[in-house]
Nanobody, 124 residues
Framework: QVQLVESGGGLVQAGGSLRLSCAAS????????MGWFRQAPGKEREFVAT????????YSAKSVEGRFTISRDNAKNTVYLQMNSLKPEDTGVYYC?????????????????WGQGTLVTVSS
């Protein structure tokens, strides 16, 4: 069992930055790939970024490429999402998720454990 708790969301102006954190419980964190997803009001949950078990492989959605960076610290059981140059269309609830495999994934079905989400609001 893995429990995930996100933090770091809030209200920011367009062009600003936020850093989301996701703290994981359980000794198996370092074995699993992690991902970030987001869900805007009235829309489906969509992929943002993923990182493999040791941080050596990571990629993100084209909509955030060059602006968002996913990283992890296995010693702290934490995964991060650094978000720069934020746009109003980045507004939504951001979810952290864990696979039970070490390889990356970009679909919601690839992930087993989910956090409760943290709200990010970008004003224009």
């Amino acid at each position: 069992q893995v429990q995930l708790v996100e933090s770091g969301g809030g209200l920011v102006q367009a062009g600003g930055s936020l850093r989301l954190s996701c703290a994981a419980s359980g000794r198996t964190f370092s074995s699993y790939a992690m991902g970030w997803f987001r869900q805007a009001p009235g829309k489906e949950r969509e992929f943002v970024a993923t990182v493999n078990w040791n941080g050596g492989i990571r990629y993100s959605a084209k909509s955030v490429e060059g602006r968002f960076t996913i990283s992890r610290d296995n010693a702290k059981n934490t995964v991060y999402l650094q978000m720069n140059s934020l746009k109003p269309e980045d507004t939504g609830v951001y979810y952290c998720a864990s696979r039970i495999l070490g390889s990356t994934g970009s679909s919601t079905g690839d992930y087993v454990y989910w956090g409760q989400g943290t709200l990010v609001t970008v004003s224009s």
